[in-house]
T-cell receptor, first 115, second 115 residues
Framework: EADIYQTPRYLVIGTGKKITLECSQT?????MYWYQQDPGMELHLIHY???????EKGDLSSESTVSRIRTEHFPLTLESARPSHTSQYLC??????????????FGPGTRLTVT | AQKVTQAQTEISVVEKEDVTLDCVYE???????LFWYKQPPSGELVFLIR??????QNEISGRYSWNFQKSTSSFNFTITASQVVDSAVYFC????????????FGTGTSLTVIP
């Protein structure tokens, strides 16, 4: 069973607010990921990290930023939320090792609505 | 170009029927990995199975079975004697050794099992 947590689960905020979505895992995984998923659509990778102090942007352009100061923690920040940011955000983690080999374990997601 | 195609957007079956979810992938790598995930209404993606490109053996786990065929670039998933608890969105995903941090997800198949 995966131990990866996301808070909040649901968030409704107004345009222009700064928000941080939290993600933590207790499995000691080096790799962590953020995906954006619109209802009924595929997942799009927006950020990933190989380990502490390592972050990369994914394929989907995003106005969000991430940090990785501790292995277990990978928060995502939106400096100024807009209605176009309304979506579900999924955090995942996986072990290091052979590229592509290890399955990703997902958190429950944060459903963000920007009004 | 879409690397993973799940042509079936929605499927409805009556309980106890068998159902097959199709997945077709595209890659030029010789080493790659295929995955199936289940996303119940709660939103969390649950890992079901991983296959690597060198292992074409079909796999059975309880009521679930997977048919991997490199000749047709397909990795289909069959649920035997479906149950209401199988209702979820199912995602097929591909990762390549060359770009190991990138998981390519299909658009998902929404399965509804009618009691």
């Amino acid at each position: 069973e995966a131990d990866i947590y996301q808070t909040p689960r649901y968030l409704v905020i107004g345009t222009g607010k700064k928000i941080t979505l939290e993600c933590s895992q207790t499995m000691g995984h080096d790799k962590m990921y953020w995906y954006q998923q619109d209802p009924g659509m595929e997942l799009h990778l927006i950020h990933y990290s190989y380990g502490v102090n390592s972050t990369e942007k994914g394929d989907l352009s995003s106005e969000s930023t991430v940090s990785r100061i501790r292995t277990e923690h990978f928060p995502l920040t939106l400096e100024s939320a807009r209605p176009s940011h309304t979506s579900q955000y999924l955090c995942a983690s996986s072990e290091a090792g052979t590229p592509g080999l290890n399955e990703q374990y997902f958190g429950p997601g944060t459903r963000l609505t920007v009004t | 170009a879409q690397k993973v195609t799940q042509a079936q957007t929605e499927i409805s079956v009556v309980e106890k029927e068998d159902v097959t979810l199709d997945c077709v992938y595209e890659t030029r790598d010789t080493t790659y990995y295929l995955f199936w995930y289940k996303q119940p209404p709660s939103g969390e993606l649950v890992f079901l199975i991983r296959r690597n490109s060198f292992d074409e053996q079909n796999e059975i786990s309880g009521r679930y079975s997977w048919n991997f065929q490199k000749s047709t670039s397909s990795f289909n998933f069959t649920i035997t004697a479906s149950q209401v608890v199988d209702s979820a969105v199912y995602f097929c995903a591909l990762s390549e050794e060359r770009t190991g941090n990138q998981f390519y997800f299909g658009t998902g198949t929404s399965l509804t099992v009618i009691p």
